[in-house]
């Protein structure tokens, strides 16, 4: 029996469905980067963590260990080339703002956004991890080091609502314990993700502090 072009094609088309569909499953790498610029700046600011970016099913796993909801605001501090905010747009259809005090990163991540057109849900700006109101943010993700963990610690404490969640790839914060630490194995290398919450009682903290003491009245007055 001939097979017609006609035919051929169909047989092709069905073919290309049926066996496509697992490249396209949920634990595949939504975001497209261009390795040949990942580690090249060529402005001369001084940064305080070189540029490394995480690899996607890394990324992936720190927003599955954020529990990135809709609603949620995704803060990624360093953003290198935005992977992280994408994916989280792309993924789970939040806003994303990322900060990079590299001008080139910023270049990058703006070319990463209309690549994956995500350009309605994520922002990035130049600016200091250090210096950035992070306030609206209900997750805030991290690869810096840990230095710059130990710096953005208590301003993670103050600027974050509680139930925020903090993930940072690689680095802890500390004597603050995380309420979850995983290993994700990529490429057969382990590579340790941690989660903090920023706890309810913040806001009861605030509510029941005991009003200041009246100064005590001097005897015999
Ligand atoms: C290790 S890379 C992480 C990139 C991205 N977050 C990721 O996980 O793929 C650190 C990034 O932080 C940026 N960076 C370094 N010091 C910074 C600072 N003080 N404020 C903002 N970004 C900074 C670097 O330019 C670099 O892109």
Redesign the pocket.
């Known amino acids: 029996m001939k097979l017609s072009f006609f035919s051929v094609k169909v047989v092709f088309a069905v073919f290309i469905v049926l066996f496509s569909a697992p490249l396209f499953s949920d634990d595949e790498a939504v975001v497209e980067v261009r390795p040949t610029r990942a580690y090249r700046s060529i402005s001369d600011v001084e940064?305080?963590?070189?540029?490394?970016?995480?690899p996607q099913p890394v990324v992936e796993a720190m927003l599955k260990l954020a529990e990135v909801k809709k609603g949620d605001v995704v803060y990624?501090?360093?953003?290198?080339?935005g992977?992280?905010v994408v994916t989280a747009a792309k993924k789970y259809g939040v806003r994303g703002v990322g900060?990079?005090?590299?001008p080139d990163?910023i270049e990058d991540s703006k070319e990463n956004i209309k690549k994956n057109k995500v350009e309605k849900l994520v922002t990035v700006r130049l600016?200091?991890?250090?210096e950035t109101d992070v306030s609206e943010a209900t997750v805030v993700?991290l690869?810096?080091l840990p230095s710059?963990n130990l710096k953005l610690k208590p301003i993670l404490k103050k600027q974050l609502r509680p139930g925020a969640r903090i993930v940072s790839?690689a680095f802890d914060m500390g004597s603050w314990e995380p309420e979850k630490e995983v290993t994700v194995k990529y490429e057969g290398a382990p590579y340790m993700i941690y989660l903090w919450r920023i706890p309810e009682e913040k806001k009861e903290e605030k509510a029941t502090k005991p009003a200041k003491k009246a100064p005590a009245k001097k005897k015999g007055k």
């Not at 305080?48 to 995480?54: E, Q």
């Not at 900060?99 to 590299?102: A, C």
């Not at 600016?127 to 250090?130: S, T």
């Open positions: 940064l305080d963590v070189p540029y490394v970016p995480t990624d501090l360093g953003c290198g080339d992977r992280i900060i990079d005090l590299d990163r600016g200091n991890a250090l993700t690869y810096l710059v790839h």
